[in-house]
């Protein structure tokens, strides 16, 4: 029998998921379909529930309904509840289950396919939304020296800080206040740069010596953010590309029980990006 998965999403026609899930169904044999899914914007729990209905077994949620699924789940794993946001959902016998892989995802592609380790290392994430909260834990669970959190809005980073203030220390950051400091790795968890003409909020100088930018999101050339650092002397630093595949293959893993090898989809999705 083969199993339902998709991703769900508005706008969901430029995703990478089905072609990620279907080369990881591929090496690990699973019988498994995997497709795209667009949900109106004020119909996504009509649309979760069409897919139930239909035999969907699994979803991946993306923008903009990860904190409506979180809120869909009749149980949540500890790092869906950390976020409060969910990009994953398993069916159970009892209904929907959340998860949330992203956290995983950046922590696994700066360990195994960049070398970066985040122990005793001084970090800042720029951004305080649901990326940001999404990667929060997984990081403080790698024991760096500081976690530091920056946001236009200040009141949105202290409360970031405030909701993982019982699983290490979150040092919410005005944007005024970053001048002068320096980190070992900073990471871009906002959608700043992504527009047309964009310009980013952040100081100059943030990067300590052999920093390492990382950009949650991911293009076709290097990002604002990544230019921006670029231009700064930062020479090592990574697009989201491998976060999307690390984390989709810790959703596989929930779905299927297997965690599938990433390099060769890796290789499959930008091929020349480890040359």
């Known amino acids: 029998m083969t199993d339902r998965y998709a991703v769900v999403g508005n706008p969901v026609a430029h995703s990478k998921s089905p072609t990620i899930h279907a080369a990881f169904a591929r090496a690990t044999g699973q019988a498994m379909t995997y497709e795209r899914l667009l949900a109106p914007l004020d119909g996504f729990a009509d649309t979760v529930r069409a897919f139930e209905a239909a035999g969907g077994k699994g979803l991946n949620v993306t923008v903009p309904?990860?904190?409506?699924?979180?809120?869909?789940?009749?149980?949540?794993?500890?790092?869906a509840t950390a976020a409060g946001a969910c990009n994953t959902l398993k069916l159970e016998a009892d209904g929907w289950h959340a998860d949330n892989t992203d956290g995983i995802g950046v922590v696994r592609d700066l360990s195994r396919n960049h070398g970066v380790s985040l122990a005793d290392r001084d970090v800042l994430i720029l951004g305080a939304g649901g990326a940001a909260r999404g990667i929060v834990l997984p990081i403080l669970g790698e024991k760096p020296r500081s976690v530091s959190i920056a946001n236009r809005t200040e009141s949105r980073a202290e409360d970031v800080a405030a909701r993982f203030s019982r699983d290490g220390m979150v040092t919410p950051l005005p944007v005024a206040a970053l001048a002068g400091r320096t980190f070992d790795?900073?990471?871009n968890a906002t959608s700043a740069g992504l527009?047309?003409?964009?310009?980013?909020?952040?100081?100059?100088?943030?990067f300590r010596p052999g920093a390492f930018a990382y950009d949650l999101v991911y293009g076709d050339g290097p990002t604002l953010f990544l230019r921006w650092a670029g231009a700064q002397g930062v020479t090592r630093m990574a697009d989201g590309l491998g976060m999307l595949i690390e984390q989709a293959a810790e959703s596989f893993r929930i779905w299927r029980g297997v965690l599938p090898d990433t390099a060769p989809v890796f290789e499959l999705l930008r091929p020349t990006a480890r040359a």
């Open 65 to 79: 309904f990860k904190l409506q699924a979180f809120a869909l789940a009749v149980h949540a794993s500890p790092r």
């Open 185 to 187: 790795i900073v990471l």
């Open 195 to 206: 527009a047309a003409g964009a310009t980013l909020p952040w100081p100059r100088g943030l």
